[in-house]
């Protein structure tokens, strides 16, 4: 576990702009730490998605503030926010896929843009994760001739790809392709042992029925905002 | 409230609206041709995913643009070279053939030509890859990855059309003579050798053309990739591809319009 006490993510009071973000304009807040999860069940995954990208940076605010690994996305140079954003691993539903490229760059795009990491390492190890997440290797083909299981199998070796320090899963496993979930949940644990923060959004909150390792937060976002849940064992 | 303003404010606002509306476009070109040569004069900006971006658009373009360039270069030269030679020595004027042949086909005609090509093979198919990646929602999620796509997709692509503008303006201009040489060649109305034909030629030109010419093939590449990518990038939920691409092909026939006839009375 890493001993790093700083948060990775925190939002105070941060109030989204509605017009840029679609959020409802409340201030949100959280905390979340090095190697803590957050499982957020939200059954409208465009605002799972408006939620990660404020989250990432990409929604000015009105007020408050949003800090990543303690730096303030609205007072970083554009430069640095754009490194900063590499650091982070995401699964998304909405636009996740660019067909202007094989699946393979698909997924190793992130890390070659941010990282001098040798190409041939990064298509190993993509590889090894592609393997351990059920995949026969590195898929080749555009992602939209892919099987809709195999395209959730390639975004989560994208997330993992390069020990990012937070990850932002929208739908990550869903009940069609539970067959990834022991992978996933393996793959969770060792980037949680790391020290990466994790937030997990789900429409289907029953999927973590099991998951009660130790540092999770279970919250709803609903319009009222982020709203603890009860744990239901 | 609008209503209480008195007419000429009224006027003012239309007129100020109309200008800005009008302007917004070629101010959005100025502004990033800027971020453009910004961006490349940085040795961080030239990152794998970048070069790999610039490396296929060169390919693209001028790779898959050589055929069309060829094809029309040899069409040219065989219906404007060949007649003016022809012509010209039937009208006693053969000693302006050289001259004629420099400032008509390499210094006006290359240029427009290849933009034309470079615009229907290149830059129309980055306008729609770049439009759907906008409606689609695919560059926000690029964005969401911390890969900026005005370095990754809007820089490579606007350096390599220009280079590629240039090239092919530059194999253009000699299949188009050497076609004209030919034909004339065949039917002994010119009895020279190719290179002192070609000699002549480039004796023709003035100095200020070697400057002229490279600077349009350049800057109408460089500018046709730039209006065409922001075309794309540019697009609203409610544009559709029929919306955007005649959007894009006015707008790029305009700048290849423009910069030639600009330059072609600056750089004359």
């Known amino acids: 576990m890493s001993d790093d006490l700083s948060a990775v993510l925190e939002l105070r009071e941060a109030l989204p702009v509605f017009e840029e973000s679609g959020l409802a304009s409340i201030p949100y807040s959280l905390r979340l730490m090095p190697g803590d999860c957050l499982l957020i069940a939200c059954r409208d995954p465009l605002r799972a998605t408006r939620f990660a990208d404020l989250c990432s940076g990409l929604t000015p605010l009105v007020s408050g503030h949003a800090l990543c690994l303690g730096l303030d996305w609205e007072k970083l140079a554009e430069t640095r926010a754009w490194a900063l954003r590499g650091r982070i691993g995401r699964v998304m539903q909405q636009g996740a896929w660019i067909d202007l490229f094989g699946t393979d760059l698909n997924i190793l795009v992130q890390q070659l843009h941010h990282t001098r990491t040798p190409t041939q390492d990064l ?7 592609a393997r351990r997440f059920g995949l026969p290797g590195l898929p080749s083909l555009a992602p939209g001739r892919l099987s809709k299981a195999d395209r959730a199998k390639a975004a989560c070796v994208r997330a993992f790809l390069g020990e990012p320090r937070l990850l932002l899963l929208e739908d990550p496993v869903e009940q069609e392709n539970a067959d990834m979930m022991t992978a996933f ?31 999770t937060q279970r919250f709803r976002l609903l319009d009222e905002g982020l709203m603890p849940m009860k744990q239901v064992v | 409230m609008r209503e209480e303003l008195p007419f000429y404010r009224r006027f003012l606002h239309r007129l100020g609206g109309l200008t800005r509306r009008q302007l917004r476009f070629t101010l959005m070109l100025v502004g990033a041709s800027w971020g453009v040569v910004r961006e490349a004069s940085r040795p961080t900006s ?12 060169l390919r693209q373009s001028a790779g898959g643009g050589l055929f069309s360039t060829l094809f029309t270069a040899a069409l040219t030269g065989f219906g404007i070279v060949a007649q003016a030679i022809y012509w010209l020595g039937i009208a006693g004027m053969a000693d302006t053939t050289d001259s004629l042949l420099a400032t008509v086909l390499v210094r006006e005609i290359a240029p427009v030509l290849v933009g034309i090509i470079l615009l229907g093979r290149s830059a129309m198919l980055s306008l729609t890859q770049l439009g759907q990646l906008t409606i689609g929602g695919e560059l926000r ?10 370095l990754t997709l809007v820089m490579p692509r606007a350096l390599a059309t220009m280079l590629a503008s240039f090239t ?30 070609l000699y002549d030629i480039v004796g023709a030109m003035k100095p200020i053309d070697y400057i002229g010419i490279p600077l349009k093939l350049v800057l109408s590449g460089f500018l046709l990739s730039l ?3 922001l075309t794309g990038l540019d697009a609203t939920r ?21 910069v030639n006839v600009v330059l072609g009375v600056a750089v004359a």
């Open chain 2, 227 to 229: 209006a065409t990518q």
């Open chain 2, 168 to 197: 092919l303006g530059v194999v253009f201009s000699v299949i188009a003579l050497s076609v004209g040489y030919g034909v004339c060649r065949l039917h002994a109305i010119i009895t020279m050798p190719l290179w002192t034909f």
């Open chain 2, 141 to 150: 999620a690029l964005q969401a990855q911390g890969i900026d796509p005005f």
């Open chain 1, 123 to 129: 298509v190993d190890e993509a590889t090894a994760l």
């Open chain 2, 238 to 258: 409610s544009d559709t591809l029929a919306t955007l691409l005649p959007r894009g092909f006015a707008r790029g026939i305009m700048v290849i319009m423009i």
């Open chain 1, 185 to 215: 949940l393996a793959e969770l644990t060792a980037a949680r042992e790391r020290g990466c923060g994790v937030i997990w959004f789900s429409r289907e909150p029953e999927l973590w029925h099991g998951y009660n390792a130790m540092g």
């Open chain 2, 46 to 57: 030239w990152r794998r995913t970048v070069i790999y971006e610039f490396k296929s658009t």
